[in-house]
């Protein structure tokens, strides 16, 4: 079965970095575009941002825009999310997930890690 | 970006009761290329990632029960759960990928009556 296993997460200060990993496995990873989508404590799904499978069409949500950058090492079956300045409202569990052509549904998500941003 | 709206924001049904969660979008999400709407359904139990259910609106992904179904085209759209079981509690979200960025509803939770 596919899976996607998380790791980066944890306590940081306000305008501090954190990178976000996410490894592949039972799948061609370089085929399919990958997600970041966050929830913050007791909220709802927002997603944060994509990448196509080469790597080369970055997407980001505005309220992410120019501080995180997502990445995307298919020679490791790796994604990740670099994450600078960060802020308080930046604080969510962040969830990998797959997304399926041509719609972009996301049908495997990551475990899921913790960000928390806090002084 | 599209706005999703969901309703109710939570229900609360008997087991096997019939649960009904609706879902409208700002504009349509009907991808005329392919007469496919893009719209998928996700399921997320506490402390779990959401889990796929249904998607181009009224397709289950595999292994998703049967009681499990989607309907509707263009902005407006429903989940129904037939026959409510104990294992359904979890709060619902719709999704639409038409357009990017990717937009979710509020979650709709369902509890037992």
């Known amino acids: 079965e596919m899976l996607l296993v998380q790791s980066g997460g944890g306590l940081v200060q306000p305008g501090g970095s954190l990178r976000l990993s996410c490894a592949a496995s039972?799948?061609?990873?370089?085929?399919?575009?990958m997600n970041w989508v966050r929830q913050a404590p007791g909220k709802g799904l927002e997603w944060v941002s994509s990448i196509s499978g080469g790597g080369d069409s970055p997407y980001y949500a505005d309220s992410v825009k120019g501080r995180f950058t997502i990445s995307r090492d298919n020679s490791k079956n790796t994604l990740y999310l670099q994450m600078d300045s960060l802020r308080v409202e930046d604080t969510a569990v962040y969830y990998c997930a797959r997304g399926v052509p041509p719609a972009g549904e996301f049908d495997y998500w990551g475990p899921g890690t913790l960000v928390a941003v806090s002084s | 970006d599209i706005v999703m709206t969901q309703s109710p924001d939570s229900q609360a049904v008997s087991l096997g009761e019939r649960a009904t969660i609706n879902c409208k979008s700002s504009q349509s999400v009907l991808y005329s290329s392919n007469n496919r709407n893009y719209l998928a359904w996700y399921q997320q139990k506490p402390g779990q990632p959401p889990k796929l259910l249904i998607y181009w609106a009224f397709t289950r992904k595999s292994g998703v029960p049967d009681r499990f179904s989607g309907s509707g085209s263009g902005t407006d759209f429903t989940l129904t759960i037939s026959s409510l079981q104990a294992e359904d509690v979890a709060v619902y979200y719709c999704?639409?990928?038409?357009?990017?960025?990717?937009?979710f509803g509020q979650g709709t939770k369902v509890e037992i009556k």
């Open positions: 999704q639409q990928s038409y357009s990017t960025p990717p937009t």
């Open positions: 039972k799948f061609t990873f370089s085929e399919y575009a």
